[in-house]
């Protein structure tokens, strides 16, 4: 079983806040993902990392942004808040066989 | 049209049924295929992984990958309750990014 790990599982915050969503995995991987997931619809990459000081925006335009200082840690970071960011964050980290390990998930949601 | 399809159900099936899922994709690079199983409110779970074409089996669950079709296959034996999920399927070529299709709904009534 992956060890991914992701805080807060929940978040109801007001349009503006500023909001950070933590990842932090154990596996020592360098590769690792954040995605953005609405129901029945699928999962759209909004932002990568290849290692330490490597960050790239994935291919679903995204307000957010994405820091990796720490090969273990890739916190994602809503600067302002608004109702369109609603939906689920999936941070997932990926082995060297290209075999991608999701942790839960935050359900975000804006009022 | 996406890249991968996947029909999102719902598929409804009694206990102790075969499960029969499967994805078409249009990109002829992809090498590396994966389902994986979401329960509501959960993360995704990988459940099985293969490279390229050919069958894949792991106790209940059997993959399956035809390149020359385009067209992966998950094939779920003895079904149970507990496999009452959302089925994800995904594909990459060697490089970092998946595809992945919308998922299947898959309820299994005791």
């Known amino acids: 079983e992956a060890d991914i790990y992701q805080t807060p599982r929940y978040l109801v915050i007001g349009t503006g806040k500023k909001i950070t969503l933590e990842c932090s995995q154990t596996?020592?991987?360098?590769?690792m993902y954040w995605y953005q997931q609405d129901p029945g619809m699928e999962l759209h990459l909004i932002h990568y990392?290849?290692?330490?000081?490597?960050?790239e925006k994935g291919d679903l335009s995204s307000e957010s942004t994405v820091s990796r200082i720490r090969t273990e840690h890739f916190p994602l970071t809503l600067e302002s808040a608004r109702p369109s960011h609603t939906s689920q964050y999936l941070c997932?980290?990926?082995?060297?066989?290209?075999?991608?390990?999701f942790g839960p998930g935050t359900r975000l949601t804006v009022l | 049209q996406k890249e991968v399809e996947q029909d999102p159900g719902p598929l409804s099936v009694p206990e102790g049924a075969i499960v029969s899922l499967n994805c078409t994709y249009s990109?002829?690079?992809?090498?590396?295929f994966m389902w994986y199983r979401q329960y509501s409110r959960k993360g995704p779970e990988l459940l099985m992984y293969?490279?390229?074409?050919g069958n894949k089996e792991d106790g209940r669950f059997t993959a399956q990958v035809d390149k020359s079709s385009k067209y992966i296959s998950l094939f779920i034996r003895d079904s149970q309750p507990s496999d009452s999920a959302t089925y994800l399927c995904?594909?990459?070529?060697?490089?970092?990014?998946?595809?992945f299709g919308a998922g299947t709904t898959v309820t299994v009534r005791a």
């Open positions: 997932a980290s990926r082995t060297g066989y290209n075999e991608q390990f």
């Open positions: 596996m020592g991987h360098d590769k």
């Open positions: 990392s290849y290692g330490v000081n490597s960050t």
């Open positions: 990109n002829s690079a992809f090498q590396y």
């Open positions: 293969t490279y390229s074409s």
């Open positions: 995904a594909m990459s070529k060697d490089d970092y990014k998946l595809s």
